[in-house]
């Protein structure tokens, strides 16, 4: 072994010592030299428990503050780290990401409250690749809006800084598991019927800049139209959808630069059958232009989920996933599907090196509840190229690999992951998880072809709890 590679390794396991520590104070009865008293004995001589120490002051600052006044603080803190980035052997990494988040909502009125949110995100010891964005983003203004109308009224306005999620976020939503997250600056109107809402928005998504104030804007809109209904099938919801994206300076297929315009239409369907069989399916069409280039694309989800066994708390899983890819990159036709902004962490596979586009994924696994407070489950996925010749597409939408002129192959490989979340307590929750990537023929041509693997393990705690 390499004097590096000793460093290395020796580096790993403090890193893995530090997040056992954490994990160790954050469980119950975690304490520093701290006495316990003795449980309290009737005349009867039976033991009466010792009441329930209450909770620290941070976690009941609000019940201090007025009433039009509400607080909120939350520590994320994670160790994850990837054996082989790009499927090259050695290129190793082991890093640790901390995440601070302050929310102070203030109500002046019964339908009027304006929300601000700060957020400090920064990463340690991250040797290979970008340390920059997502990882990083030092003290800044991440939420500022003012809600008017509530949210139950039949009428309600958002405008400022905030985030926008939507279904099940395949298309749009915060993607909170990156260490900055996802913010837009936005006018949204959410109208409420009893049968129907509405949510309609014009914004722009804030671009992430660690040495300045984040900003959005840049010439780029994202719009949209967002219903969700209960009344058109029993015992399910629908919820069709419309969004319009445009960006400047976007390279057409012939290379010149020009506007990209195009719309996405789809509709959301999710259920439960009489026997207990859950179903979860969303389709979307895109249509529009890049200059002179046509934009043709379209992707599809469906999912199924069955309990097993009495009470419901271990359920199968089965998925599969398509998402369009471009046959010729040089005939003018734009095929390769556009996922907007979505929350794609997990939703192809956990070690995230898989997004909806120019794809065919299929998923089976058991997720279970048995144990109260934890939450385990297990995946199998396997991908295939829609096209062989587009590139593979990270859940970020960025290239992973390509073979120019076209693969000989589409099989992309498999995946196996497992993870688990524990909920300490109402403020502390506890999560791990690992992800192994066997490469396919695909990945073997167009990459040195190591297997992948992706080991993280996480601890959130909420300081300041509203109330």
């Not at 109107?189 to 984040?214: E, T």
């Not at 979505?342 to 794809?359: E, F, M, S």
Request: proline share 6%.
């Amino acid at each position: 072994m390499t004097q590096l590679s000793r460093r290395r390794h020796s580096d790993r396991h403090r890193s893995w010592g530090v997040v056992a520590l954490c994990v160790a104070l954050a469980l119950p009865g975690a304490s520093t030299a701290v006495a316990q008293d003795a449980p309290a004995a009737t005349p009867g001589g039976q033991a009466v428990p010792a009441p329930a120490p209450p909770p620290p002051f941070p976690n009941r600052a609000n019940d201090a503050l007025p009433a039009w006044l509400q607080v909120r603080g939350e520590y994320r803190g994670r160790m994850e780290g990837f054996d082989n980035a790009g499927f090259t052997s050695d290129r190793d990494d082991l890093y640790w990401l901390n995440r601070f988040r302050f929310d102070a909502t203030v109500k002046p009125g019964a339908s009027v409250a304006v929300t601000l949110q700060a957020q400090d995100a920064r990463v340690q010891r991250k040797t290979v690749g970008p340390t920059g964005p997502p990882f990083r983003d030092v003290f800044d203004l991440r939420m500022a809006y003012v809600d008017v109308g509530g949210d139950q009224g039949p009428v309600s306005v958002r405008v400022g800084r905030q985030e926008l999620a939507f279904g099940e976020q395949r298309l749009v939503g915060h993607v909170s598991w990156v260490n900055t997250a996802r913010t837009f600056d936005a006018a949204r109107l959410a109208v409420r019927g009893r049968a129907l809402q509405l949510d309609a928005f014009a914004s722009s998504v804030v671009a992430i800049d660690a040495a300045h104030f984040n900003k959005s804007g840049s010439g780029s809109w994202f719009t949209g139209v967002y219903g969700v209904t209960s009344a058109l099938v029993p015992n399910s919801v629908v919820e069709p959808f419309v969004f319009w994206r445009r960006a400047p300076d976007t390279r057409t297929e012939a290379g010149p630069l020009d506007d990209l315009s195009f719309v996405t239409l789809g509709g959301r369907w999710s259920g439960r059958t009489p026997v207990g069989l859950s179903y979860d399916t969303e389709m979307a069409l895109q249509i529009g232009s890049v200059g002179t280039d046509s934009v043709r694309a379209w992707a599809g989800h469906w999912r199924a989920r069955q309990p097993i066994g009495t009470g419901g708390r271990v359920r199968l899983v089965g998925e599969y996933n398509y998402a369009s890819g471009d046959d010729d990159p040089t005939d003018g036709r734009r095929q390769t599907f556009d996922q907007l902004y979505p929350t794609a962490h997990d939703k192809y596979g956990l070690a995230d090196q898989v997004g909806w586009r120019n794809i065919h994924h299929v998923r089976t696994g058991l997720e279970s509840t048995l144990v109260t407070k934890l939450q385990v489950q297990g995946s199998y996925h396997a991908w295939w190229l829609a096209s062989a010749g587009d590139a593979l597409y990270s859940a970020g939408s960025a290239v992973v690999a390509r073979v120019p002129g076209g693969a000989a192959s589409r099989h992309v490989g498999q995946e196996i992951d497992v993870q688990a979340a524990f909920r300490v307590s109402p403020q502390v929750q506890v999560a791990a998880g690992y992800a192994h990537v066997f490469p396919g023929a695909f990945l073997k041509e167009a990459t040195p072809g190591a297997s992948y693997s992706a080991p993280y393990l996480m601890v959130t705690y909420v300081f300041l709890a509203a109330r």
